[in-house]
Structure formats: C-alpha cells, structure tokens
C-alpha cells in the first residue's frame, strides 16, 4: 500500500501538500490524508487528481451540497443583515434555476452595495457546475469533458466562497467530509 507521500508524488501534488503529506509520517495512507486535510482546496484537488471519472460522478451530489452549504455561509458570514438576506435569496433562486437573469443579479449586488460580489461569483460557478452536469446527457458531448468542467466549476464556487481565509477553508473541509467521510478511490 502506498504512503500518502507517495501519493502525493504519484499524483503530482504541490510542495506545500507534498510537505504536509511528508508531515503524515510514513505509515499514513490517503485514506488517512483525506481524513486529516484541513483545506477544502486541497480536498478538491485530491478528487480531481486522484479519482476516476467514474468515482467523481458517483460523488457529485455530494460535492454539489458541501459548495451549496459554503456558500450560503459565507454569504451569511460577510454580508450585512438585509444584503445577506437578498444575496442569499438570488442566490437560491440562482442555483435552482427559477431565475438567472442579469437583472436579478444586478439587484442583489447593488442592494448589497457590491459588498457580496465575491459569493455571486460563487454563486454562479455553482451555478454552471449544474448546468454542465445537467448536460451530461448531451450528444456528441464525453462523459469524461463535462465531469472536468464540473469539477473546475465546483473548485471555482469553493475558492471564491473566501478560500484565503483559513477558518473557512477548515470549514469547507469539513462540509466534505461531512458528505464524503472517507476517500471514494483507491488507496
């Protein structure tokens, strides 16, 4: 069985998780890293790089809850009292479909005073991360094409959902793990 270091490698992770796998010791697994990961970043990075088409389409839904979950919090988290409510309220109806149009969009961030431009982003690459795994049924479009741009589109929602913040990059984290407890590949 292979350490989480030589994972790391195998999978080309960046020195600063190559460092932390090394961390680990020698006999952590993946199965171990995933569990000990506090970046929801690197999590993400570890679906994309480390399962198979497959296995990441058997976990999508999951994915789409945890991004759901941390963008409603950190919509709630940095917007103001009623500018949360109304970012909160287009983002909702943004990701179920109801109603995507540019003015509806403009609303919400004037209301908010541009203050929440950052989560309409978040909003919106989730947004897209939906559409694209709705088009997965589309001719002539691979299985294999649309999953990656899910993927990215889930990372993006992620990372514009204040990912510089360390506290609520653990918290992404956790909303993963919370809905994919253990490593969904192999070890």
Request: net charge negative; with cysteine.
């Amino acid at each position: 069985m292979r350490s989480a270091f030589q994972w790391g490698i195998d999978h080309f992770s960046c020195s600063s998780a190559l460092v932390w796998r090394e961390s680990l010791g020698a006999d952590a697994t993946q199965a171990d890293a995933w569990l000990l990961c506090e970046r929801g970043d690197w999590l993400m990075w570890q679906i994309v790089n480390g399962l198979t088409r497959g296995e990441q389409q058997a976990i999508l839904p999951a994915l789409f809850r945890a991004t759901d979950v941390s963008v409603d919090r950190v919509v709630r988290a940095y917007c103001s009292g009623h500018s949360s409510i109304l970012v909160s309220v287009w983002a909702r109806r943004w990701l179920s479909g109801e109603n995507r149009s540019v003015v509806a969009a403009a609303t919400a961030l004037s209301k908010a005073n541009g203050e929440a431009l950052w989560a309409v982003r978040a909003a919106e690459a989730r947004a897209d991360a939906a559409r694209v795994a709705w088009e997965l049924r589309a001719p002539g479009r691979s299985a294999a094409e649309f999953m990656e741009l899910v993927l990215v589109k889930l990372t993006e929602a992620l990372s514009d959902a204040r990912l510089a913040d360390a506290a609520e990059s653990l918290q992404q984290a956790s909303d993963i793990r919370r809905e994919i407890s253990t490593w969904p590949g192999e070890i």
